[in-house]
């Protein structure tokens, strides 16, 4: 935490290493120092005689010399006060021109006639980073019931691994509170000892995992009102990856239809 502010205030990473050190011991070698900020010798003298060139150190000549930290509230002071003005200067400056961007750029793009509303019936998303887009304004809409179906080899590690990690960060706070999840995998999956650790994490009320040997597709719906489907990558790259998205009701109800059948065949996940 205090490293990080350090860098905030404008301090490279061995400089925070090295002026955390000092404020441990008040005074010291460098060969005291570097045991404890853990940089190399050759690096530490020029950083720390940095330091002193800032204000930050006194160097106290002799054998061996002596490195001392000032009062930070005294040498730390101007770098927040400019670290603050750079704060400033951004919120007054910087929302402007970035509104004058936006305004820009939305004229181009209306001057190419390209529509980029999600408002179709079926598009195609490319890149991870374009799905989570779309996801957010899915989730803000889905009030009742999710069904997945996934499968091997299209359901990458990578992408049960990147589930794990979002659970144990937020718990998925929307599911638990409201959403029925009904999950169908296939039943090989269940040697994924992380995909079980996602089953077992949601395993409380209104969550239900069945599965089955073999799925046809892979795909997800958002109460009755839109869907994905994953069109598979061959490197299982998030970064790369295609889904098909449709809105168009019809669609979604028959991949509704869809499900329900599976479900019903599938066995409970034990």
Same mark, same amino acid.
């Given at each position: ?46 950083v720390l ?68 509303? #999600?408002?179709?019936? !079926? +598009?195609?998303?490319?890149?991870? @980073?374009?799905?989570? /887009?779309?996801? %957010?304004? $899915?989730?803000e809409q ?36 409201? #959403?029925?999840?009904? !999950? +169908?995998?296939?039943?090989?999956? @269940?040697?994924?000892? /992380?995909?079980? %650790?996602? $089953? ?6 209104n969550q ?63």
């Open positions: 935490m205090q490293g990080e502010i350090l860098q905030y205030l404008g301090f490279s990473e061995n400089e925070s290493k090295l002026y955390l050190a000092l404020l441990e011991l008040g005074e010291g070698t460098v060969d005291e120092i570097i045991k404890i900020a853990n940089v190399r010798r050759p690096t530490a003298y020029k005689r940095e330091l002193v060139d800032k204000g930050l150190l006194a160097e106290i000549t002799g054998k061996p010399t002596l490195f001392r930290i000032l009062p930070p509230e005294n040498t730390l002071e101007s770098l927040f006060k400019k670290k603050c003005d750079e704060i400033e200067y951004l919120h007054k400056t910087f929302r402007k021109k970035y509104e004058k961007f936006l305004e820009d750029a939305q004229k181009k793009i209306s001057s190419t006639n390209t529509n980029i509303d #999600l408002g179709r019936d !079926i +598009i195609i998303l490319r890149g991870y @980073k374009s799905l989570l /887009n779309v996801l %957010k304004r $899915v989730d889905t009030k009742n019931c999710i069904r997945v179906v996934t499968r091997l080899p299209v359901s990458s590690q990578a992408e049960i691994d990147a589930m794990v990690d979002e659970y144990e960060r937020t718990g998925f706070p929307e599911v638990q509170n409201s #959403l029925k999840l009904k !999950i +169908i995998c296939e039943t090989n999956m @269940k040697n994924m000892p /992380n995909f079980v %650790k996602l $089953v077992k994490n949601l395993e409380f009320q239900y995992h069945r599965h089955l040997p073999s799925l046809p597709a892979e795909f997800t719906i958002y109460d009755d009102f839109a869907a994905m489907i994953e069109l598979q990558d061959e490197n299982q790259n998030l970064e790369n990856v295609k889904i098909l998205f449709i809105q168009n009701r019809q669609i979604v109800q028959l991949l509704i239809l869809a499900f329900e059948s599976l479900w019903e065949k599938a066995k409970e996940f034990k």
